[in-house]
C-alpha cells in the first residue's frame, strides 16, 4: 500500500534578478523543512537546471522553455486536508516575514499518483523509488492534443515505452501523475496535464540523450502534446553555487 496519493509540483523560472541562489538556500534550509509539520507530507524534494541540462532537453512548448526549477511535494491521508495545510502554512510563514523570496511561477498544480514503477536492476520496490538517492529527474510533461485515441496511447506507453525506457541506463524508476476532477483549488494552474517524473542514477544531461529517441519515437502520430521533457539534477545541501549563472567558475 503506497503512502503517496499525490504530487504536488511547482515549476517556476529564473530569478529576475538572475541569482537564484539565495532562494535556493532560502528553499532548502527554512521553507522545505517546515512543510513536514504537516501529518500528510511524505515527501519533498527540489530539481534545477543547468547547462547541461538545458541543452539536453528533448521537447519545451512555448512558456515552458522558462522551466529552471521543479518541486515535488509527496502527500498522504488525509489528501484534501494536506493540501488545505500546505497553502495555509505558506501563508503563516508569510506573516511572519519567513517567506522572502518567489520566483516566477509557471506551473503549480495537484495531481493524483497513477502509477509507480522501479527498473529490475534498481532492487527497490517501485513504491520506495523517490526515496532512494537520485541524481535528478527527466520530468515528462504532456497532455491530449485533441485527437482520439489518447487512452490507447496511454496504454502504450504503460505497455513499452515505460518498460524500454526502465532498460536504459541511469533510468532507476518512474511515477507518473495525472490531473483529477476531483482534486481542485483556486491556486492549481489550468489544463488536464499528465506528469511522469523518471528518476534518474546517472548524470541527468547524459540519460536525457539515451532516452530521446524513445520518448521522441512515443509522440511521434501520438494524440500527446508534450510540453517539456527535460532533465534537472538534485539540489544537493550547501552547493547553491552550482545552480548560478557562471556555474562554470562558482566557487563553492
Known amino acids: 500500500m503506497n503512502r503517496v496519493k499525490l504530487g504536488f509540483f511547482s515549476l517556476t523560472s529564473r530569478s529576475a534578478r538572475g541569482d537564484d541562489r539565495p532562494y535556493l538556500g532560502w528553499h532548502q534550509l527554512d521553507h522545505m523543512p517546515e512543510q513536514y509539520q504537516l501529518a500528510g507530507l511524505v515527501n519533498g524534494q527540489r530539481w534545477a537546471s543547468t547547462p547541461s541540462c538545458r541543452a539536453a532537453r528533448l521537447a519545451q512548448a512555448e512558456g515552458w522553455s522558462e522551466v529552471e526549477h521543479l518541486v515535488c511535494y509527496l502527500m498522504g491521508e ?99 501523475f495525472t490531473r483529477s476532477s476531483a482534486l481542485i483549488h483556486p491556486a492549481f494552474s489550468e489544463g488536464s496535464q499528465r506528469i511522469t517524473l523518471y528518476y534518474l542514477d546517472d548524470e541527468p544531461a547524459e540519460v536525457a540523450e539515451r532516452v530521446g529517441e524513445i520518448l521522441c519515437k512515443s509522440w511521434s502520430g501520438s494524440p500527446t502534446r508534450p510540453l517539456l521533457a527535460a532533465p534537472f539534477e538534485s539540489m544537493m545541501r550547501w552547493d547553491w553555487n552550482r545552480f548560478a549563472p557562471d556555474a562554470g567558475s562558482a566557487e563553492p
Open 78 to 176: 488525509p489528501v484534501t486536508e494536506t493540501l488545505q495545510q500546505f497553502f495555509d502554512l505558506g501563508r503563516t510563514l508569510a506573516e511572519m516575514g519567513r517567506f522572502p523570496h518567489r520566483m516566477p511561477n509557471v506551473y503549480k498544480a495537484g495531481l493524483v499518483l497513477l502509477e509507480t514503477h522501479a527498473a529490475p536492476r534498481a532492487l527497490v520496490s517501485p513504491e520506495v523509488v523517490p526515496f532512494r538517492p537520485n541524481r535528478g529527474v527527466l520530468v515528462v510533461v504532456e497532455e491530449p492534443s485533441g485527437e482520439d485515441g489518447w487512452d490507447d496511447y496511454l496504454q502504450r506507453v504503460h505497455i513499452e515505452v515505460v518498460p524500454e525506457l526502465l532498460g536504459i541506463e541511469g533510468v532507476a524508476g518512474s511515477w507518473i
